[in-house]
């Protein structure tokens, strides 16, 4: 497995629509190498997850893992999952704001508004059908990543400037009272 390398903000490819992979592409050797790295990558830079086109590779594949993740100690954990070709369905008009950041988009985060309950869809790497519901912030992981494959950026839906902030200053003036708001959310979703 090998560690790939993750476009930072600018590099065009994170502004491409991502490519539906055919079931044949998904069996190739080559296409689940591909898939052991992304999450090898993930893994490495301490994600929650990563999207294709992060490491160069335009392809509607994703990787999500929450494990007791260091960068969100809020996060609840979510197992390991491989999404091809994922699409979202929103089940409610129901609506949160989460802080997110990304690693393709270095020392920022800030609010983004996210579905409360989602339906995902799509395949899993050994062409099994996946049809899940998500709600609360493991919800956002999954819009925040499917995002990607769209080619949107988390700072594309930031909707006030002021959320805007570094790791650091995150930690100093915003992490106490979101997680105060997250943990209700949590509470009320379970997850
Ligand atoms: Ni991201």
Not at 17 to 37: H, M, N, P
Not at 46 to 69: S, T, W, Y
Not at 147 to 154: R, S
Request: aromatic letters at 8%; hydrophobic letters at 40%.
């Amino acid at each position: 497995m090998k560690v790939l390398d993750i476009a930072q903000i600018g590099e065009p490819v994170l502004r491409q629509l991502a490519q539906d992979l055919s079931k044949d592409e998904l069996a190739k050797a080559e296409t689940q190498t591909f898939i052991d790295d992304l999450v090898a990558t993930m893994h490495h830079a301490n994600g929650a997850g990563l999207a294709a086109n992060q490491v160069f590779h335009p392809i509607r594949v994703c990787a999500i893992e929450v494990k007791d993740n260091p960068r969100y100690p809020y996060k609840p954990n979510i197992a390991l999952t491989v999404l091809i070709n994922p699409t979202i369905e929103p089940l409610s008009d129901e609506r949160f704001d989460n802080y997110e950041g990304c690693l393709s988009v270095p020392n920022l985060r800030g609010v983004v508004s996210r579905h409360a309950e989602i339906r995902v869809r799509g395949l899993l790497r050994d062409g099994s059908p996946y049809d899940q519901q998500w709600r609360g912030l493991s919800a956002g992981t999954f819009q925040h990543e499917i995002d990607h494959l769209d080619g949107k950026l988390f700072i594309d839906r930031v909707t006030d400037p002021h959320t805007l902030c570094t790791w650091d200053t995150f930690k100093r003036h915003h992490e106490a009272p979101f997680i105060a708001r997250v943990k209700a959310l949590v509470e009320r979703y379970g997850s």
